[in-house]
């Protein structure tokens, strides 16, 4: 009489095979059924995605076309300045009136002018117009500044504007060797040539001074 054979148990690694393709199963389940949730939530946040980066780029393009009409006409506006002043500076005085580098660009086109021109008082007030901007990066500034220190110098500066100039002086900046021009042309303008003259001589005994002020304090040099 045979024996009934008794079914054989799974052994432990069988178990853990099954248990794991069940959990892998219903990992699968999870992640269909999640997709299938939130679906729609994920592909609204595509397009918003995607409309706020087409956005952007849109932007971006139209502020480069637009920074680039604003070089084109300081450029053009620049190159009649001197011809045809009428023309030029209306364009050129609009263009100064934002808040950007090409404003910074246009106002100190107008402010050279004048002040080629003689027009110191001009040319002092779209130098301090720029300076006083806080649109704009402390060199940036700082330039405007001296230049609009130069252009008060030819009748005197102020206390205040004295002061102004030390400070370029003292901060051994960029912008200190233009400092000492301004100095200079205040002491002129102020009557004290001989002490005008022994600052131009100190200067150009040192070997820092470059090339442009060397230049320009030899025929000051000469010329007084």
Do not use: C
């Not at 300045?81 to 050129?92: G, K, S, V």
């Not at 009557?191 to 000051?220: P, W």
Request: charged share 25%.
């Amino acid at each position: 009489m045979s024996r009934k054979k008794t079914p054989e148990q799974p052994s432990e690694d069988q178990n853990d095979f099954l248990f794991a393709e069940l959990n892998e199963e219903m990992r699968q389940d999870q992640v269909i059924q999640f997709v299938k949730r939130y679906l729609p939530f994920i592909i609204a946040g595509i397009v918003v995605f995607a409309l706020a980066a087409a956005g952007y780029l849109a932007w971006d393009a139209y502020q480069q076309s637009q920074n680039k009409a604003k070089a084109g006409l300081i450029a053009e506006a620049q190159a009649v300045l001197d011809t045809n002043p009428d023309e030029a500076i209306p364009a050129l005085e609009q263009q100064a009136e934002g808040s950007d580098f090409y404003a910074f660009d246009a106002g100190m086109a107008l402010g050279k002018h004048y002040l080629a021109q003689g027009d110191d008082a001009k040319a002092a007030q779209w130098f301090d117009k720029i300076a006083s901007s806080t649109s704009l990066s402390a060199p940036y500034r700082d330039l405007a500044r001296i230049y609009g220190l130069m252009a008060s110098a030819s009748t005197g500066l102020s206390a205040e504007q004295n002061q102004q100039v030390a400070d370029f002086i003292a901060s051994e900046g960029p912008y200190q060797q233009l400092a000492e021009e301004v100095q200079i042309v205040d002491m002129i303008t102020s009557g004290k040539v001989d002490e005008a003259k022994t600052k131009i001589e100190a200067i150009l005994e040192r070997e820092d001074v470059s090339f442009g002020v060397r230049q320009r304090l030899t025929q000051l040099q000469d010329t007084l």
